[in-house]
């Protein structure tokens, strides 16, 4: 007896749940009486335990893909609805809120959805927990460095072989411009402070190694780099005359300055008047 003839003989469809075959059985055993129709009986009795069988072989049989897809589907919405006010919450704090603020909330989240340990977090959470961090930090106006550093670490984003370089290089080619930049600013950040601090000539010298390094080849990180660095002198009181003269030489600032105007026009002009009034003539 084929498979599909058992089911034709209970005259239900093929199903996984026993219950089901027994209870169509007992219902035409009713009219199909060994002692009336032994050979009847006896198809019907084959047809029951070959049922039997066919709906054991169903409940231990795999999910077709479609039902997987469907399963997938539901918990995908389910997970992003969870998920979507969190995510929204970072990337208010990116743009709204301080480093700390958004750091804080991280952490939390991570907890929150149990998502730092590798061996027992939910796969599915992790992957749309990464789409959500990805667009917080790449599609809104403005990230914390220290957040950006921490998720493309945790996400491993710009490493050989990821799927997002495979999927969009463009995209991860920005977030290394990023890292760059951030990079860049604080390094900015470094020769300010020793000036700041009354050593000119260290922030000088800091100023001559960070010429010929690999951070500032770039020439959009070089231009972000050495506008900051001008903005941050002319705030100054008195202007570092020993940096700034540094500055011009190494960056060749009196030959073409056009990238320190555009980026702030008032900050170049001020520092312009305040070095003339000073008598510098580089």
């Known amino acids: 007896m084929s498979k599909q003839e058992c089911w034709q003989i209970l005259g239900i469809a093929p199903t996984p749940e026993e219950r089901d075959v027994k209870r169509a059985y007992a219902k035409l055993i009713k009219t199909t009486r060994p002692e009336d129709d032994p050979e009847a009986f006896q198809r019907l009795r084959n047809a029951f335990e070959d049922a039997l069988w066919a709906a054991d072989e169903l409940r231990r049989a795999p999910p077709p893909p479609e039902a997987i897809d469907a399963t997938r589907a539901g918990r995908e919405v389910e997970i992003e609805a969870m998920l979507r006010p969190h995510v929204e919450r970072l990337a208010e704090l990116n743009e709204q809120g301080t480093r700390d603020e958004a750091m804080a909330a991280l952490e939390a989240m991570l907890d929150q959805f149990a998502l730092r340990d590798p061996a027992t977090r939910d796969p599915l959470v992790w992957q749309l927990f ?29 490493q050989p072989g990821h799927w997002l370089g495979e999927r969009d290089p463009k995209t991860v080619e920005w977030l290394r411009l990023r890292l760059r930049e951030a990079e860049a600013l604080e390094a900015v950040d470094q020769v300010l402070d020793l000036a700041e601090q009354g050593d000119e000539r260290e922030a000088s010298a800091m100023l001559r190694r960070l010429v010929d390094d690999d ?48 980026y702030h026009p008032d900050a170049w002009r001020e520092y312009q008047m305040r070095l003339a009034r000073l008598g510098a003539n580089w």
């Open 130 to 158: 990464e789409d959500g961090m990805l667009w917080v930090c790449c599609d809104i106006s403005a990230n914390h460095d220290d957040f950006l550093r921490v998720a493309v670490e945790m996400f491993g984003w710009t």
């Open 215 to 262: 951070l500032l080849v770039n020439v959009d990180v070089r231009h972000l780099f050495e506008a900051e660095l001008m903005v941050g002198m002319s705030e100054f009181e008195p202007v570092p005359m020993h940096l700034s003269e540094s500055a011009f030489a190494l960056f060749g600032w009196k030959r073409d300055h056009r990238h320190l105007e555009e």
